[in-house]
């Protein structure tokens, strides 16, 4: 009776050591499997980032970390931080310390009306995740909407910016002369199409369909529902701009339904002596996530010079 007993006992034990390790077994497919899920409908959220409180913020921010010098990432007003993972790849690689933050209302960054002003403006923001992370002198990149709170930012804090970098945008100038001229190429009821028809260039999606994927799966969930849009400091116009005292590189995509080059060149022309100028063959909007290589090529050899 006793031996039975005993033989029962081992059995049960080990049923139960085998449930259990089945257990685990079906836990960690799972957390695999859910993970081939996100990747499959082209989303995944950005998981290698943290935190900033900041005044009316919680800021989301990533940076790659690092002695190099600092080059900061401003997203599309269809983007967020995993618009540019390709950027923080090769950025990093080449030893600069690469910083991009969802701005407020984007992403995972949320507003905090308890600690600070709302809707406050993308600047401010920056300014402060810029002394959060005590950055002392930085580049700036900022690819169509971004480009509006960039150049925002170089006329406000110039003493900050070693250069600036604008993308793909028409820079949101208040002049009727830009106006005119974007009411002129934009394409009638262009603005009621989806997001990935008026920014991602048509042989990008022809030749590309996962990364099309990938880029309406972060449009999708880039703005948070109801977040007021942030203003600017102050309007951008071609006598702000003729100010900006840093050395400036403009990139314009060549397929571009929103900010053609003529656009571009446009207010472009307004700059100070020290700006460059570089075009982007067969690229819609989204030209640093449609052309990494050749996007990534013209800004590293700028911000090389500075």
Known sequence: MNSRLTYCVRYL?????????????????????????????????????????????????????GSGTPIVLLHANTGTTD?????????????????????????????EPAS?????????????????????RFHLVGVAGGGFVAIDYAAWRPQRLRSLVVAASTGQFTEPEMADMIARLEIPELRKQAAVY????????????DGTRRWIAIEEH????????????T??????????TMPVLVIAADADLLAPPAVMRTWAAHLPGRSQWATVPDSGHSIAWEHPEAFNAHVLGFVKQH
């Open 222 to 233: 880039s703005r948070r529902p109801g977040s007021p849009s942030q203003p600017l400091r």
């Open 83 to 111: 618009s540019w993972r390709a950027q923080v790849e090769s950025f990093a690689a080449a030893g600069y310390r690469v910083i991009a933050f969802d701005r407020r209302g984007f992403g995972s960054s949320t507003a």
């Open 116 to 136: 600070g002003p709302q809707p406050a403006t993308v600047a401010d923001d920056l300014d402060a995740l810029a002394d959060h992370l005590k950055l002392e």
């Open 198 to 209: 008026r920014e991602v260039g048509p042989s990008y999606r022809a030749a590309d369909p």
């Open 235 to 244: 309007p951008n116009t071609f006598a702000k701009l003729a100010a900006v």
């Open 13 to 65: 034990t080990d049923e139960g050591r085998r449930s259990v390790a089945a257990g685990m077994v079906a836990l960690a497919l799972g957390i695999v499997l859910g993970s081939l899920c996100l990747v499959a409908h082209g989303y995944a959220a950005s998981d290698s980032g943290r935190f900033a409180d900041l005044p009316g913020v919680r800021l989301w921010f990533t940076d790659s970390g």
